[in-house]
C-alpha cells in the first residue's frame, strides 16, 4: 500500500509523464468478461449459477430454500409452519392464506430465482465469447446453463404465474413485464438441454440429457399435455440409468446419496470453508427444539392430516376417503415423563421415515421423547420433521449443529413414475397406472423403522392395490401415492394447484386442523385467487404497477 501511494504522488508530480491510466486498473480478484470469456471462466461461472439451486447466496435463505417447505408444503395440508406464534410470523400468514405482498418472505424467493437466472445468462453470454472452446464444449456448457435458466424461471413460475422471463439479451432490467405467458420459453430452453447435454454427468452434481428429459416432462404434466410428457417419461423411464433403490429411506440420507433413482439432486456439503452455509442452509430452521440434535428451531412440523393420511386397513390399503375421519394417536398435551403407547393401528411404513412421533426410533438418536423436542405443541402439533435428517456420525465435519449434507432430491425417479401413473390414468390406461403404483407400494414395504431389538417399530402394513376398478378410483388413488410417497418434499401445493382441486382439500383441510390449531380460525383458500403467491410489493415498487402487474 505504501508503495502504490509513493508512485500516485510521483505521478502528480510529474504531469507530463503521467496520465490518469493508473486510475483505470482493473482491481486484483475481479472477474470481468475478458477474464472469463474462456473454458475455465464459462465452468466457474456456471457453478456459480448451479450454486444457487440451494437458495443460498442471494440474501435471507430460510424463506427461499430449493425445498420449498414454505410454498410447497407449509402453504398445503402437509405441514404447519411449527415452533411457536411469534416466531417468524409471516409464514403464518403465507399458511392462513393471506395475500400480504409485502412480506419479506416472498421478495426473498424473488431475488433467489431472478439471481439464479442472471448467473445462468452470465455463463451463456461468455460461452459465446470463449474462443478456446470447441463446439462440443459450447454446446454442453449452453445446455446445462439453459437448464439452470429454465429451473429457476420454473420455481418463479410455480409461485407467481405470471412473472418475467429474462434471457441473455435483456439490458433493460427495470422495465420487465409479466404480461406474458413463459411456459413456452421455459419448454424451449428445457427442449436445448435435452438437445445438447450429454447422457452421463460428466460430474456428479451437474444435469444430463435425462435430468433435462424429466424436467421437460414435468413441466408438460403442469400444463396437463399428457399426450406431451408421455414419451419423455417413458424414456427416462425405459432407457435412462434408473432404478428404484431397495429402501425407500435411502433416498434421505447421506451414506447414500446419489443413488440410482437420483434424477435432479442438489448438492450439499459441510466442512468445506462454507460455515455451514453449503449444508441445507435454507432448510436450517427445521430441526426439532430443545435437548434434540440440531437443538433448534422446532419449525416446519408435519400436520396431522399427513400423518392420518399413513393409515391403512386391514388389505394394506390406504384409506382414500375416511383416511382423516378419526386420528393417529399423538401425545400432544402430556408431558415426555407421562406414559404414552402410540398409536396400534396398521400404518404405512413410509410414516416413520417421513415424520418423527413420540416413541419410536428417530434414526439413530434415539427413541423421540415427544414433548421435550417440541417448542409448542398447542400451537405446531406433537410431530416432527424427519426426511432429509442427517444420521449421528454421517455428517462430519459441520460447522455448526444445523449444517447437513443431506442432499435434496430435486427429481427422483419415484416422483418420475408417478407421473407416468397420472398420463396412464388420464388417456384411461388402468392397467399401466395400477402397475405403476404398485411397483411405488411393494418397494413401501421392504425396509421398516425398527426398535432396538430389530422388530417393526410399529404395526407395519403396505399392499399392492388388487384392481383400478374406474378411471375416477385409479385417480385419487394414484394422487393419493404421490402425496404419501412425496410427503415434506416441498411438492404438495403445486400439485394441489395444478390438479385444479386445491380450493376443495385445503378448505376441507382448514375445517378440521382449524380445531386443533387455533391460528387457521377463519383461514380460507380462495378459488381463483390463492393458488398463486403475491407478486413482492418490493420488486413492483422497482418496476412500477403499470409494468409488474400484481396477482389476482
Known amino acids: 500500500m505504501k508503495k502504490s501511494i509513493l508512485t500516485a504522488m510521483v505521478c502528480v508530480g510529474m504531469l507530463t509523464s503521467c496520465g490518469k491510466e493508473f486510475l483505470e486498473t482493473t482491481p ?51 405441514a404447519y409452519k411449527g415452533s ?30 431472478y439471481d439464479g437466472v442472471s448467473r445462468s445468462n452470465n455463463a451463456i453470454k461468455l460461452t459465446g465469447l470463449a474462443t478456446d472452446m470447441t463446439d462440443a464444449e459450447k454446446a454442453q456448457a449452453l445446455g446445462e446453463a439453459r437448464f439452470l435458466r429454465a429451473w429457476y424461471h420454473f420455481e418463479a413460475k410455480k409461485l407467481w404465474n405470471m412473472v418475467p422471463y429474462v434471457d441473455e ?16 420459453m421455459i419448454e424451449a430452453d428445457f427442449q436445448f438441454a435435452v438437445d445438447n447435454v450429454s447422457a452421463t454427468k460428466a460430474q456428479v452434481g451437474r444435469v444430463s440429457k435425462w435430468t433435462a428429459k424429466a424436467a421437460l416432462a414435468k413441466v408438460h404434466m403442469y400444463q396437463q399435455d399428457y399426450a406431451a410428457a408421455k414419451p419423455l417419461l417413458d424414456d427416462v423411464i425405459n432407457n435412462g440409468p434408473f432404478a428404484l433403490v431397495n429402501s425407500f429411506h435411502d433416498n434421505f440420507r447421506i451414506a447414500t ?5 437420483s434424477i435432479f439432486e442438489v448438492q450439499m456439503s459441510v466442512g468445506d470453508g462454507g460455515n455451514g452455509q453449503n449444508g441445507s442452509w435454507g432448510d436450517n430452521y427445521n430441526f426439532p427444539y430443545g435437548s434434540a440434535p440440531g437443538g433448534c428451531c422446532g419449525f416446519y412440523q408435519p400436520s396431522q392430516n399427513l400423518v392420518n393420511a399413513f393409515k391403512t386397513d386391514a388389505a394394506g390399503l390406504p384409506l382414500l376417503d375416511t383416511f382423516n375421519s378419526v386420528d393417529v394417536k399423538n401425545d400432544e398435551g402430556l408431558a415426555s415423563t407421562d406414559a404414552f403407547t402410540p398409536y396400534e393401528g396398521t400404518l404405512d411404513p413410509r410414516l416413520d421415515w417421513t415424520v418423527g412421533r413420540r416413541g419410536l426410533p428417530f434414526l439413530n ?8 423436542w417440541i417448542r409448542d405443541q398447542a400451537f405446531g402439533g406433537p410431530y416432527t420433521f424427519k426426511k432429509f435428517f442427517a444420521y449421528s456420525g454421517e455428517n462430519a465435519g459441520a460447522e455448526s449443529p444445523r449444517a447437513n449434507a443431506n442432499n435434496y432430491r430435486a427429481i427422483r425417479f419415484a416422483d418420475v413414475l408417478l407421473m407416468r401413473a397420472e398420463v396412464a ?9 395400477l402397475k405403476i403404483v404398485n411397483q411405488i407400494r411393494t418397494r413401501a414395504g421392504n425396509v421398516v423403522v425398527t426398535d432396538a431389538s430389530g422388530k417393526p417399530a410399529a404395526n407395519y402394513l403396505v399392499k399392492p392395490y388388487p384392481a383400478f376398478s374406474t378411471q375416477d378410483y385409479a385417480r385419487k388413488a394414484v394422487r393419493f401415492e404421490r402425496r404419501v410417497e412425496l410427503a415434506m418434499e416441498g411438492h404438495r401445493h403445486f400439485d394441489l394447484v395444478r390438479w385444479g382441486v386445491a380450493d376443495v ?13 387455533s391460528y387457521l380460525k377463519g383461514a380460507t383458500f380462495v378459488k381463483g385467487k390463492s393458488e398463486y403467491f403475491p407478486i413482492p410489493q418490493a420488486q413492483i415498487d422497482i418496476m412500477g404497477a403499470d409494468v409488474l402487474r400484481q396477482n389476482p
Open 28 to 78: 486484483l480478484g475481479v472477474g470481468n468478461e475478458q477474464s472469463l470469456s474462456n473454458k475455465n471462466g464459462v465452468n466457474a461461472v456456471l457453478i456459480g449459477a448451479y450454486s444457487l439451486l440451494d437458495g443460498v447466496g442471494a440474501g435471507p435463505v430460510n424463506t427461499s430454500s430449493v425445498s420449498n417447505w414454505i410454498y410447497g408444503s407449509v402453504a398445503s395440508d402437509d
Open 425 to 433: 390414468v388420464e388417456q384411461n390406461d388402468l392397467a399401466t397406472a
Open 257 to 261: 446419496e446419489n443413488n440410482s433413482e
Open 84 to 113: 411457536d406464534v411469534g416466531d417468524q410470523a409471516q409464514i403464518t400468514t403465507i399458511e392462513r392464506y393471506i395475500p400480504q405482498a409485502d412480506i419479506g418472505a416472498y421478495n426473498d424467493k424473488w431475488v433467489a430465482v
Open 365 to 372: 438418536w434415539g427413541v423421540h421423547p415427544g414433548k421435550n
Open 169 to 184: 439479451n435483456v439490458t433493460d432490467f427495470i422495465n420487465l413485464p409479466n404480461d406474458q405467458d413463459i411456459w413456452p
Open 505 to 517: 382439500v385445503l378448505n376441507a383441510y382448514l375445517t378440521k386442523e382449524s380445531v386443533k390449531r
